[in-house]
Each structure stands twice: as C-alpha cells, then as structure tokens.
C-alpha cells in the first residue's frame, strides 16, 4: 500500500491558479500511474486527470483539458496538478489516488487501490 498526501487546496478567484501536490511514501513511487480525482458535494467522484509511471503519457477529462495539468518528478515522489484559468465549477475536494502501473492509465475511481485524504479547492466568481 502506497500512502498518499496531498496540499496545495485553498480559496482561490475565478480566473486564479492554483498547484496541487502529492506526495506518495511507502512504496516506490515508479510502480504507480498516478491520477487526480474530484468531488463535489452532492456529486460523485470525478476523474480529472491521470499519468503515467514515467510522465511520457496523460489523461484529461474533458471539462479540464487546456486549463489543467499534471506532471511528476519521480525523484521527489510527487505528482502535482496545475490548475490554470479556474471555474467556480471546478470547486471540490481534489484527491490523488495510485495504480499499480502494469495495469496502465485508467479513468475509473475503481481502479485506484490507493487514495490521499484529499485537499480542497474553492472557486470563487
């Protein structure tokens, strides 16, 4: 099992920016692909982007391609998340989550075995 923590969350303007990190522990952090996930209250949990074990490939949704995105330095055992030119839609709690990489990019919140206890995000308009 792979610890996972998380920062970077705050209160932030629309339009604003805002760098999430994750920093993993336990484990060695190359036999993960590592994704970001979301949720809001009332609503399920959201994939929002994924990468993997050697940053040469990324996932998106949607809703955040060409305003987010996620990188590692897998020296530091970190993924991080850079939110750009955000929406009050995009208020949520953020959670990093790890998967054994031999199993490749998922978008699916079930196929993540391990999970930080997230960090929230707050858009104001």
């Known amino acids: 099992q792979v610890q996972l923590v998380e920062s970077g969350g705050g209160l932030v303007q629309a339009g604003g920016s805002l760098r999430l990190s994750c920093v993993a522990s336990?484990?060695?952090?190359?036999?993960?692909?590592m994704g970001w996930f979301r949720q809001a209250p009332g609503k399920e949990r959201e994939f929002v982007a994924a990468?993997?074990?050697?940053?040469?490939?990324?996932r998106y949704a949607d809703s955040v391609k060409g305003r987010f995105t996620i990188s590692r330095v897998n020296a530091k055992d970190t993924v991080y998340l850079q939110m750009n030119s955000l929406k009050p839609e995009d208020t949520a709690g953020y959670y990093c989550?790890?998967?054994?990489?031999?199993?490749?990019?998922?978008?699916?919140?079930?196929?993540?075995?391990?999970w930080g206890q997230g960090t929230q995000v707050t858009v104001s308009s």
């Open positions: 989550a790890a998967r054994w990489f031999l199993n490749g990019l998922s978008l699916a919140s079930g196929d993540y075995a391990d």
């Open positions: 990468i993997s074990w050697d940053g040469a490939s990324t």
């Open positions: 336990g484990r060695t952090f190359t036999d993960y692909v």
